[in-house]
């Protein structure tokens, strides 16, 4: 008798455990378990140094050129000197940025949700204004055989912020990154990036990882170069300090990006869509102080500028146009066939590469 009643007990409570799994659980979540290449991408995030200053979050409009210039006229009357064009050009002269994509990749972070992850290419060019057809580019001088290597990763706890580490590379490796020969020259590609990037071995070691787990995935095995993008780009940057603690500044950036060329390089179809008339504006505010809340703005007065700023862009901006969509958005996937198109397909891509010599 007393076994059977020491067995009822013994019962009553695995039953009781077994009903209040579902409710710990809940209360403590399991792990997501991350792929290799999530945990990869994960591993980047932590690496790089983080805090909320250097964080930007980015807000993206398309709106009319000359309604737009109004409004930076105005930004510049408030600010002065500390409105600054980073990159200005002399009298005459555009500043041309031109990007190559690698189709975008997803990787999940530790909460499950699916966060983009972009390779990206990117030269910097001049033309002459009076040259509408660009037919005369000319490349940065230090970027005569060489681009920056881009990894563009949505940040896996802020909306609308990405990380961007970046490191110089050799214009054929782009070759080497973009088809299945990497893996063959992977080596000789990590001595060339580490030769261009003096005390970033961690970087290189980190796009490298990047790299071989995005092509051990077979869904993303056939990757080549997906897309070009060109524009004109105007960039600005304004240093707002501390009212009270003057030692302390932030940076808000503004890009304007006018005659943007999109270009699927399977078929090297062009996808204009912006008009001549219309400007992409992209403002960038560090994430501590991107809610531009009343707190904020006491402490960094120049804030209400641009708080003032975005309501207009909300208010004038291209409805035909979602705000905070990317240009790559406006370019309109191609079906491929691998076993039958691959080929003529590497060869359209792989010829782009002389397009930037």
């Known amino acids: 008798m007393r076994h059977l009643v020491s067995f009822f007990f013994f019962f009553l409570f695995l039953a009781q455990a077994f009903a209040s799994a579902p409710l710990c659980s809940a209360i403590y979540p399991q792990p997501v378990q991350l792929d290799r290449f999530s945990q990869v991408v994960q591993k980047i995030q932590n690496g790089k140094k983080q805090d909320t200053t250097s964080l930007r979050q980015e807000v993206k409009y398309v709106v009319e050129t000359t309604d737009l210039n109004q409004?930076?006229?105005?930004?510049?009357?408030?600010?002065?000197?500390?409105?600054?064009?980073?990159?200005?050009?002399?009298?005459?002269?555009?500043?041309?940025?031109?990007?190559?994509?690698?189709?975008?990749?997803?990787?999940?972070?530790?909460?499950?949700?699916?966060?983009?992850?972009?390779?990206?290419?990117?030269?910097?060019?001049?033309?002459?204004?009076?040259?509408?057809?660009?037919?005369?580019?000319?490349?940065?001088?230090?970027?005569?055989?060489?681009?920056?290597?881009?990894?563009?990763?949505?940040?896996?706890?802020f909306p609308n912020v990405v990380n961007k580490p970046r490191l110089l590379c050799y214009d054929k490796d782009i070759r080497n990154f973009t088809t299945d020969s990497f893996f063959l020259h992977k080596e000789q590609i990590r001595k060339r990036l580490e030769f261009l990037n003096?005390?970033?071995?961690?970087?290189?070691?980190?796009?490298?990882?990047?790299?071989?787990?995005?092509?051990?995935?077979?869904?993303?095995?056939?990757q080549n170069l997906y897309a070009k993008t060109e524009y004109e780009r105007v960039s600005y940057s304004i240093k707002m300090k501390n009212s009270k603690n003057p030692e302390e500044a932030i940076d808000v950036q503004i890009t304007l990006d006018e005659n943007v060329r999109l270009t699927r390089l399977?078929?090297?179809?062009?996808?204009?869509?912006?008009?001549?008339?219309?400007t992409v504006i992209e403002v960038k505010i560090p994430v501590a102080y991107s809610k531009l809340s009343p707190e904020d703005i006491e402490l960094f007065p120049g804030l209400a500028e641009i708080k003032s700023l975005n309501g207009w862009l909300q208010e004038n901006h291209n409805m035909k146009y979602p705000m905070n969509k990317g240009k790559m958005s406006k370019i309109e996937k191609k079906n491929v066939d691998p076993d039958k198109d691959n080929k003529e397909n590497t060869a359209q891509y792989l010829n782009v590469l002389d397009e930037l010599d």
């Open 198 to 222: 003096p005390g970033k071995a961690e970087e290189v070691d980190n796009a490298l990882e990047f790299m071989t787990e995005l092509y051990a995935n077979p869904a993303r095995r056939v």
């Open 266 to 278: 399977a078929d090297n179809r062009s996808f204009n869509v912006y008009a001549p008339s219309e």
């Open 71 to 157: 409004q930076l006229h105005r930004l510049q009357q408030y600010f002065g000197k500390a409105m600054k064009n980073r990159d200005k050009a002399p009298d005459g002269i555009l500043n041309i940025t031109s990007t190559l994509y690698l189709t975008v990749a997803k990787y999940k972070t530790v909460k499950g949700e699916e966060k983009s992850a972009k390779v990206r290419f990117r030269k910097y060019f001049t033309r002459k204004e009076i040259d509408v057809f660009w037919r005369d580019l000319k490349v940065s001088e230090d970027l005569a055989d060489k681009s920056w290597l881009e990894l563009k990763i949505q940040h896996p706890e």
